[in-house]
């Protein structure tokens, strides 16, 4: 059973950066494609980056250029730098396997506000 453990939301002024985390237990990032999606109330959860077992990677253009996805194979865990934080970024975050879904974890709130 793959659990998903997101970290390292915070309240950022517009135009900050934060970078966020995700711990993968239960399965190896490697090997499979890994995704970081959004959410706020009232709207459907986003898909903002995606990182392909090869390397690639793939951006919601309302993210491209400003955010980046990486990941630790050897420690499992995902990452998501932001960059030039805007308010229309606030969220709740999470990681998840687009191609073979876990339960969802507790995601991380990322607020932008001055």
């Known amino acids: 059973q793959v659990h998903l453990v997101e970290s390292g939301g915070a309240l950022v002024q517009p135009g900050g950066s934060l970078r966020l985390s995700c711990r993968v237990i239960?399965?190896?990032?490697?090997?499979?494609?890994m995704a970081w999606y959004r959410q706020v109330p009232g709207k459907l959860r986003e898909r903002v980056a995606t990182i392909f077992s090869g390397g690639g990677t793939m951006y919601a253009d309302s993210v491209k250029g400003r955010f980046t996805i990486s990941r630790d194979n050897a420690e499992h865990v995902v990452y998501l730098q932001m960059n030039s934080l805007k308010p229309e970024d606030t969220a709740v975050y999470y990681c998840n396997l687009p191609a073979a879904p876990a339960e969802w974890g507790q995601g991380t709130q990322v607020t932008v506000s001055s």
């Open positions: 239960g399965a190896i990032v490697s090997v499979n494609a």
